[in-house]
Nanobody, 125 residues
Framework: QVQLEESGGDLVQPGGSLRLSCRAFGFNLDLYAISWFRQAPGAEREGVLCISSSDASSYYGESVKDRFTISRDNANNVVYLQMNSLKPEDTAKYYC??????????????????WGQGTQVTVSS
């Protein structure tokens, strides 16, 4: 079955760290751009970070700069989102999505080919 699967979400205290994983099944991630998105209850989906097939990473906005990083391990078919200095406002369900063009597309209507089911991150004391 062709799919993306996120893992690593958890309850963490403010200032803590988490590493989320986005693993591909049924296809090779190395050809795809992978983005992480998040959605908090009652809020719109927000782009977080994207990594292209050539390993170039780009932030969607300023909210996670200098705290979150993205990386890929093509040998294991996984993309990671390292989250440091977590804040309560980072609480959301985090999703990864894959785009076959290999280039990050920041347009709201970008035609992502695959989406995962999400993993919950809760930042609270």
């Amino acid at each position: 079955q062709v799919q993306l699967e996120e893992s690593g979400g958890d309850l963490v205290q403010p200032g803590g760290s988490l590493r989320l994983s986005c693993r591909a099944f049924g296809f090779n991630l190395d050809l795809y751009a992978i983005s992480w998105f998040r959605q908090a209850p009652g809020a719109e989906r927000e782009g977080v970070l994207c990594i292209s097939s050539s390993d170039a990473s780009s932030y969607y906005g300023e909210s996670v700069k200098d705290r979150f990083t993205i990386s890929r391990d093509n040998a294991n078919n996984v993309v990671y989102l390292q989250m440091n200095s977590l804040k309560p406002e980072d609480t959301a369900k985090y999703y990864c999505a894959g785009l076959f063009t290999g280039e990050c597309d920041f347009d709201e209507g970008a035609p992502w080919d695959y989406w995962g089911q999400g993993t919950q991150v809760t930042v609270s004391s």
